[in-house]
């Protein structure tokens, strides 16, 4: 089994950073694919970020390109996204998950292990 745990959220003015972690505790971290998603109220989960295993391959939505960025350190056993030049339109909570074939995926149907989420609130 493997437990995902995020931080990081909270409250930050339009235009602001923020840095999201996810540490992870059993299971075999380093053969995992991340990815990050968030839900807004009365909104889907939508796809935000993926990473590979390695980190090699990085894919992200639209939305969120050139202002956040996913990265992960294997011997930490953590996940990170980091968030740049905040909207309010990204208010939402953020979640990040496991997927064992090592790739990520843009579709949450493919993770098997959930986070409990953290908040984001961007303030215009």
């Known amino acids: 089994q493997v437990q995902l745990v995020e931080s990081g959220g909270g409250l930050v003015q339009a235009g602001g950073s923020l840095t999201l972690s996810c540490a992870a505790s059993?299971?075999?971290?380093?053969?995992?694919?991340m990815g990050w998603f968030r839900q807004a109220p009365g909104k889907e989960r939508d796809f935000v970020a993926r990473?590979?295993?390695?980190?090699?391959?990085?894919h992200y939505a639209d939305s969120v390109k050139g202002r956040f960025t996913i990265s992960r350190d294997n011997a930490k056993r953590t996940v990170y996204l980091q968030m740049n030049s905040l909207k309010p339109e990204d208010t939402a909570v953020y979640y990040c998950?496991?997927?064992?074939?090592?790739?990520?995926?843009?579709?949450?149907?493919?993770?098997?292990?959930w986070g409990q989420g953290t908040q984001v609130t961007v303030a215009s």
């Open positions: 998950a496991a997927e064992q074939l090592g790739f990520g995926s843009f579709d949450p149907n493919q993770y098997g292990y």
């Open positions: 059993g299971g075999t971290f380093s053969t995992y694919g």
């Open positions: 990473i590979s295993w390695s980190g090699g391959n990085r």
